[in-house]
């Protein structure tokens, strides 16, 4: 028994069958087309992310790089000041160890540095005191004070001359006012004995 076709069947060569598929062909043509576009685009951008990839891994080498020089910089910016801030340090050291020493000698060679020795005659030095004082603009409003009394009053200048001539002057023309022994001693000439 054959089978029956259902009515409004079309057959095998009915037009109709040929042209649905002919669009389901180009249906399907399409979405192969879409596909490929769709895998093209995918490919392109995982090579868009490869490049970005990329070129961020190399930025952030080249920040490495660049946050080690800065950094190696610093230390050794950081080792220069420490050394010369040790080297100033062991100077400073060695001036305040030596600073005692050199205050006493250069106190000790004041009066050689004036001129005043143990060879130097009683007369000599308050002579040359005289004229040290004489050269003193307005000693004058000075002339009543005596000598031993620039040890607790007077001007510096003063008491800086005297300090340094007191050792060998102060016993026999230490009650002299200043006045009296510029007027004996400040012309230079020659000295007799009080």
Do not use: C, H, K
């Not at 130097?120 to 009543?144: H, K, M, W």
């Amino acid at each position: 028994m054959a089978e029956e076709e259902p009515a409004g069947a079309s057959g095998p060569d009915d037009g109709s069958d040929a042209a649905t598929a002919r669009e389901v062909r180009a249906a399907a043509g399409a979405v192969a087309g879409a596909a490929g576009a769709v895998a093209d685009a995918a490919t392109s951008g995982e090579r868009v992310v490869e490049t970005a990839a990329v070129a961020a891994a190399r930025q952030a080498a080249e920040g490495r790089a660049a946050v080690a020089a800065g950094e190696a910089a610093t230390r050794a910016a950081m080792d220069r000041a420490d050394e010369t801030v040790r080297r100033a340090a062991q100077g400073a050291g060695d001036t305040l160890r030596t600073a005692p020493a050199a205050a006493e000698s250069a106190l000790r060679s004041a009066p050689a540095a004036a001129g005043i020795t143990r060879d130097t005659t009683v007369n000599v030095a308050a002579q040359r005191l005289a004229r040290d004082l004489a050269a003193i603009p307005g000693i004058e409003r000075f002339g009543s004070l005596r000598l031993a009394e620039l040890d607790r009053a007077g001007p510096r200048p003063l008491r800086t001359m005297w300090r340094i001539a007191r050792g060998q002057l102060a016993d026999r023309y230490g009650e002299m006012t200043i006045g009296e022994i510029v007027d004996r001693f400040g012309g230079g000439g020659p000295a007799t004995p009080a």
